[in-house]
């Protein structure tokens, strides 16, 4: 529990409208110090060198580090931006239902600095929701009735249309700026440099079981400069 959390309940409604607005600069600005510091001591850290990309709450697996707007993760960072980590410095990346919520612009500048910064051979593993499946919902009302039964707080979903399903997963309260298949989710990674990019199945050891449901998953290596 933050310091926040346990100090909001005792502390009178008028003091905390004063004090709350200075408290997030300063925790904002503490936030990125920290960060710029880890950044430069990056190299330093034990190999191999592992990152999962806007984690929320969810931990990762002991030796992971975190790149997140939340202040539990290891650099508090804006994912928008340029990665704040040197070039061919980490041997994997992980993101999980992440890259849906960036337009494609967006999209395709993260997955760039993705490929920048992973080494030769290192490994780009992801998971994404699949929109197809979706898709396929809106004439198909078997699946379309399971989906219904998956989506657990529906606001896109209270007309009871097919079209519910649609645009729950293309929008997500304005959350999702883009829909994934298994076909462009591997033109995306292709077409930003790695060019082995393939669909690949659940990975118990690693992917979320609540959202198997509803993910499509895939892989690449980052090829050398010797690799064709």
């Known amino acids: 529990m933050s310091i ?3 100090v909001k309940p005792m502390t009178p409604p008028l003091i905390l409208r004063t004090l709350l607005p200075p408290y997030r600069v300063l925790r904002r600005v503490f936030l990125q110090v920290r960060t710029r510091l880890r950044c430069r001591r990056f190299l330093s850290y034990p190999e191999p060198r592992r990152i999962e990309l806007g984690p929320g709450m969810i931990s990762p697996p002991t030796g992971w580090l975190t790149i997140d707007l939340m202040p539990s ?3 508090y960072w804006d994912l928008r931006r340029r990665l704040p980590l ?3 410095s980490v041997a994997e990346i992980y993101s999980s239902h992440v890259l849906e919520h960036f337009p494609l612009p967006e999209l395709r500048q993260l997955v760039n600095e993705c490929v920048r910064v992973l080494a030769p051979g290192g490994i780009f593993n992801l998971s994404v929701p699949n929109g197809g499946m979706y898709v396929r919902s809106y004439t198909d009302a078997s699946l379309r009735a399971e989906l219904f039964g998956y989506i657990k707080s529906p606001p896109d979903c209270e007309l009871g249309t097919p079209m519910d399903v649609v645009n729950h997963i293309a ?5 999702h700026r883009f829909l994934f298949d ?12 790695l060019p082995n990019a393939r669909i690949r199945e659940f990975d118990p050891s690693r992917d979320v079981e609540v959202r198997r449901h509803e993910s499509l998953y895939a892989i690449a290596t980052k090829p050398f400069l010797t690799d064709n």
């Open 86 to 88: 040197p070039e061919s």
């Open 182 to 193: 298994e076909a462009n989710v591997v033109a995306l990674l292709r077409i930003c440099g």
């Open 171 to 175: 929008h997500m309260s304005g959350e």
């Open 73 to 75: 993760a290891t650099f």
């Open 4 to 6: 926040a959390s346990r």
